[in-house]
Nanobody, 126 residues
Framework: QLQLAESGGGLVQPGGSLTLSCAGSGFTRDDYALGWFRQVPGKEREGVSCISGNGGSTEYADSVKGRFTISRDNAKNTVYLQMNNLKPEDTAVYYC???????????????????WGRGAPVTVSA
């Protein structure tokens, strides 16, 4: 059974950086598209970034473009989210997700992601 586990969340000051990791287990293939989503209590889940199954395509929400970078290491079954110049509005629980579709191009459409981690809280505050 495919499982995802996020790590690296925590408290950071505005303008700081944080890297989230998501390790997968139970993968039978290394071409799943991987994504990061976030959610603030009382608000809808928001797509943050995704990377296609072949690693050749990435997508970012407008709110994080130029600040966040997604990458993957297939040998480790791990996807990363490097977050720089963090802002208080980035505070949320961050979830990683995987889908066997979206091999060439990924889209930040939550319902199309089949597998989800339990989330890692990120708090940006002085």
């Amino acid at each position: 059974q495919l499982q995802l586990a996020e790590s690296g969340g925590g408290l950071v000051q505005p303008g700081g950086s944080l890297t989230l990791s998501c390790a997968g287990s139970g993968f039978t293939r290394d071409d799943y598209a991987l994504g990061w989503f976030r959610q603030v209590p009382g608000k809808e889940r928001e797509g943050v970034s995704c990377i296609s199954g072949n690693g050749g395509s990435t997508e970012y929400a407008d709110s994080v473009k130029g600040r966040f970078t997604i990458s993957r290491d297939n040998a480790k079954n791990t996807v990363y989210l490097q977050m720089n110049n963090l802002k208080p509005e980035d505070t949320a629980v961050y979830y990683c997700a995987a889908t066997p579709i979206m091999f060439r191009v990924c889209l930040l459409i939550g319902p199309q992601f089949e597998y989800w981690g339990r989330g890692a809280p990120v708090t940006v505050s002085a």
